[in-house]
């Protein structure tokens, strides 16, 4: 989708915001006049209130400027984040498979051009990479929308950073969605290579490097696979040179099976998702550099595949991980958790983070507890909680904060080894954030976001949000970062 800000109106297709008081506004009356009041006929007949959701098409006659006018439900005055981005998303909807290609969007506030904008590029995301048959009707037609605004630059420049922001969205929904043939360890690392184009530093290690580094709980969950897993770091460098980074962290299990304790088979092609921790710290990346942030940050990626195999990890095992602890292996589909805490550990060894914020579809518990609204927060500092909360809220990305305590992390105690991988039964997701916090050093400011509930959806969902793949997370620790360290 080309989207584009004006200060002239040329398109075909003339669409125009209509308030809930129904008045047109200057460009539609424009029109109407010019028409002999059709708009305003249209009004009458089409039942239009000016709602956000509704819109009314009208054809023109020959002798107009323009083909096409359609009025767009602009909904009430005081119009927040949510209701402008859904307000671009009706408007993509409602033209999507119009058969233009082009339109002009008149009658908006200024200041509201670029959320609506940022809400038509997210309802314009698709996914056909692996659909080779569809008709042409079965493709949007609309490739190009322009906002039409007295300072065109000046809503240029203002659109740079949610447009990075969707940038962000887009690669991380393209992660999840993809096919785990397709998208296995080796092949997310050259993708995640290929970012380096936007001016990231990317490094990969390998399973050699990883051996040596001690990382034998990541490399325990892949072993089970002809996959080799692999560590991707992605550092942006934007600040201060002598300034620590944040870290962000993320889950990038390609496909959970389970492992030997194999997940039921109803619904498993779900785990080609697993990896979505991963691809939002990479739709993150990819947003800082877009928008060039002027802060340090450094994202760090476990990828492996948790299979279940003849040279698999069994319940029982014991492993050593970096930080030296050792831990029992209750259940191998308790992995993410194996692959997170070696990633935590290199992150604290390697840097010296002001924060580390991990992203992880980490428990079916928290999609017990939350659904599919808010990711679960676990964090051990009020400010970092507090700060992850509200541009959760800013971005329509939200986090609720759930507790950690000692009561919980007792439950991870093991007869064998100096913990185990499960807690039992009881708060699922708590003991699996306990056990991150295993691996967090005294003083460091740290975030557990669990995101198995909301990196995608089956069923209904917003405009704005329009494939299985929900791409949450970039938008959310874009904000965070730019609130937070960039002033
Ligand atoms: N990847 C799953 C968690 C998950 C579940 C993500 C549903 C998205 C939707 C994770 O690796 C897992 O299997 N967790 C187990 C942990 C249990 C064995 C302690 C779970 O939640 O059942
Ligand atoms: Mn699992
Ligand atoms: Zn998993």
């Not at 997170?340 to 010296?352: G, M």
């Not at 056990?435 to 969902?461: M, S, T």
């Given at each position: 989708?080309?989207?584009?800000?004006?200060?002239?109106?040329?398109?075909?297709?003339?669409?125009?915001?209509?308030?809930?008081?129904?008045?047109?506004?200057?460009a539609?009356q424009?029109l109407?006049?010019?028409?002999?009041?059709?708009l305003g006929?249209a009004?009458?007949?089409?039942?239009?209130?000016?709602?956000?959701?509704?819109?009314?098409?009208?054809v023109?006659?020959a002798?107009?400027?323009?083909?096409?006018?359609?009025?767009?439900?602009?909904?009430?005055?005081?119009r927040?984040?949510?209701?402008?981005e859904?307000?671009?998303?009706?408007l993509?909807?409602?033209?999507a498979?119009?058969?233009?290609?082009?339109?002009?969007?008149n009658?908006?506030?200024?200041?509201?051009?670029?959320?609506?904008?940022?809400?038509?590029?997210?309802?314009?995301?698709?996914?056909?990479?692996?659909?080779t048959?569809?008709?042409?009707?079965q493709?949007?037609?609309?490739?190009?929308?322009?906002?039409?605004?007295?300072?065109?630059?000046?809503?240029?420049q203002d659109f740079v950073?949610?447009?990075?922001?969707?940038?962000?969205?887009?690669?991380?929904?393209?992660?999840?969605?993809?096919a785990?043939n397709?998208?296995?360890?080796?092949?997310?690392?050259?993708?995640?290579?290929g970012?380096?184009?936007?001016?990231?530093?990317?490094?990969?290690?390998g399973?050699?490097?990883?051996a040596?580094?001690g990382?034998?709980?990541?490399?325990?969950?892949?072993?089970g696979?002809?996959r080799?897993?692999q560590?991707?770091?992605m550092?942006?460098m934007?600040?201060?040179?002598?300034?620590?980074?944040?870290?962000?962290v993320?889950?990038?299990?390609?496909?959970?099976?389970?492992?030997?304790?194999?997940?039921?088979?109803?619904?498993?092609?779900?785990m080609?998702?697993?990896?979505g921790?991963?691809?939002?710290?990479a739709?993150?990346m990819l947003?800082?550099?877009?928008?060039?942030?002027?802060?340090?940050?450094?994202?760090?990626?476990?990828?492996?595949?948790?299979?279940?195999?003849?040279?698999?990890?069994?319940?029982?095992d014991v492993?050593?991980?970096?930080s030296?602890?050792?831990?029992?292996?209750?259940?191998?589909d308790?992995?993410?958790?194996?692959v997170?805490?070696?990633?935590?550990?290199?992150?604290?060894?390697?840097?010296?983070p002001?924060?580390?914020?991990?992203?992880?579809?980490?428990?079916?518990?928290?999609?017990?507890?939350l659904?599919?609204?808010?990711?679960?927060l676990?964090?051990?500092?009020d400010g970092?909680?507090?700060?992850?909360?509200?541009?959760?809220?800013d971005?329509?990305?939200?986090?609720?904060?759930?507790?950690?305590?000692?009561?919980?992390?007792?439950?991870?105690?093991s007869?064998?080894a100096?913990?185990?991988n499960?807690?039992?039964?009881?708060?699922?997701?708590?003991?699996?954030?306990?056990?991150?916090?295993?691996?967090?050093?005294?003083?460091?400011?740290?975030?557990?976001?669990?995101?198995?509930?909301?990196?995608?959806?089956?069923?209904?969902?917003?405009?704005t949000?329009?494939?299985?793949?929900?791409?949450?997370?970039?938008?959310?620790?874009?904000r965070?970062?730019?609130?937070t360290?960039?002033d």
């Open positions: 989708m080309k989207i584009g800000f004006s200060e002239k109106s040329s398109s075909d297709v003339q669409v125009f915001l209509v308030a809930e008081n129904g008045t047109l506004k200057a539609a424009a109407d006049t010019a028409s002999g009041g059709l006929e009004l009458k007949a089409g039942a239009f209130s000016g709602k956000v959701g509704q819109s009314v098409s009208v023109l006659p002798s107009a400027s323009a083909r096409r006018a359609v009025l767009i439900g602009y909904g009430a005055a005081s927040d984040a949510r209701t402008l859904r307000i671009g998303g009706e993509y909807k409602a033209l498979n119009s058969g233009f290609s082009a339109l002009d969007l009658d908006l506030d200024a200041a509201d051009a670029p959320r609506i904008a940022l809400g038509v590029m997210l309802a314009a995301y698709r996914f056909d990479t692996y659909h048959q569809l008709k042409a009707d493709k949007p037609s609309l490739t190009s929308v322009t906002l039409i605004v007295p300072d065109g630059e000046q809503a240029r950073p949610l447009e990075a922001a969707a940038a962000g969205t887009y690669l991380a929904r393209d992660l999840v969605n993809m785990p397709d998208l296995y360890p080796e092949s997310y690392a050259r993708r995640l290579e970012l380096s184009e936007h001016g990231l530093e990317v490094e990969i290690l399973e050699a490097a990883l040596k580094l990382m034998n709980a990541m490399l325990g969950v892949g072993q696979s002809v080799d897993s560590l991707g770091i550092k942006w934007g600040g201060d040179p002598d300034q620590d980074p944040v870290v962000l993320g889950k990038g299990v390609c496909f959970d099976t389970g492992g030997v304790s194999l997940k039921p088979g109803a619904g498993m092609e779900e080609r998702g697993d990896m921790g991963s691809a939002a710290v739709g993150a947003a800082l550099a877009r928008r060039k942030a002027k802060v340090n940050v450094v994202g760090l990626v476990g990828l492996v595949e948790n299979m279940p195999d003849g040279n698999a990890i069994r319940p029982g492993l050593t991980s970096a030296g602890q050792t831990i029992e292996v209750q259940n191998t308790a992995e993410g958790r194996l997170l805490c070696d990633v935590l550990w290199y992150a604290q060894e390697h840097f010296k002001r924060a580390i914020v991990d992203l992880a579809t980490l428990t079916g518990a928290i999609v017990i507890g659904g599919h609204h808010h990711a679960g676990f964090c051990n500092d970092l909680a507090n700060a992850l909360t509200a541009a959760g809220l971005e329509g990305e939200r986090v609720w904060r759930l507790p950690l305590g000692p009561e919980y992390d007792r439950l991870l105690k007869k064998f100096d913990m185990r499960i807690g039992g039964r009881a708060a699922g997701s708590i003991t699996a954030a306990q056990f991150l916090q295993r691996f967090i050093r005294d003083g460091v400011k740290w975030a557990h976001i669990d995101i198995a509930g909301v990196a995608w959806v089956e069923g209904e969902k917003a405009v949000d329009p494939s299985w793949a929900s791409g949450f997370g970039p938008r959310l620790l874009d965070w970062i730019a609130d360290y960039e």
